[in-house]
């Protein structure tokens, strides 16, 4: 059974850094795409970036090029690194697994099966 944990999460100011990791467990054999996504109140969850097994990536616009996603295979870790934080990043942030027979960094809620339990992002302005 596949199990994700975050962590990492926390009170910044406007401006600030924060990395999440999110540790795996449970999985066999090949590597799963992974993304990690995010909802504050009153509004759908969404996703923020996602990484093939082969390294592809994708980001949401609203935060390319302010956030980089990473894995350590060897550690069975994902990453989110999130630099010049805003106070619109607030949210609880969830990281995710794909099932295995696909390939592409989606976006998308619904293409992924297995979550975490999320860790709460608050920037302060």
């Known amino acids: 059974r596949v199990r994700l944990v975050e962590s990492g999460g926390g009170s910044v100011r406007s401006g600030g850094s924060l990395r999440l990791s999110c540790v795996a467990s449970?999985?066999?054999?090949?590597?799963?795409?992974m993304g990690w996504f995010r909802q504050s109140p009153g509004k759908e969850r969404e996703g923020v970036a996602a990484?093939?097994?082969?390294?592809?990536?994708n980001y949401d616009d609203s935060v390319e090029g302010r956030f980089i996603i990473s894995q350590d295979n060897a550690e069975n870790t994902l990453y989110l690194q999130m630099n010049s934080l805003k106070p619109e990043d607030t949210a609880m942030y969830y990281c995710?697994?794909?099932?295995?027979?696909?390939?592409?960094?989606?976006?998308?809620?619904?293409?992924?099966?297995?979550w975490g339990q999320g860790t709460q992002v608050t920037v302060a302005s």
């Open positions: 995710a697994s794909r099932s295995l027979e696909y390939y592409n960094p989606s976006l998308y809620t619904t293409d992924y099966s297995q």
């Open positions: 990484v093939a097994p082969d390294g592809r990536t």
């Open positions: 449970g999985f066999t054999g090949s590597r799963n795409v």
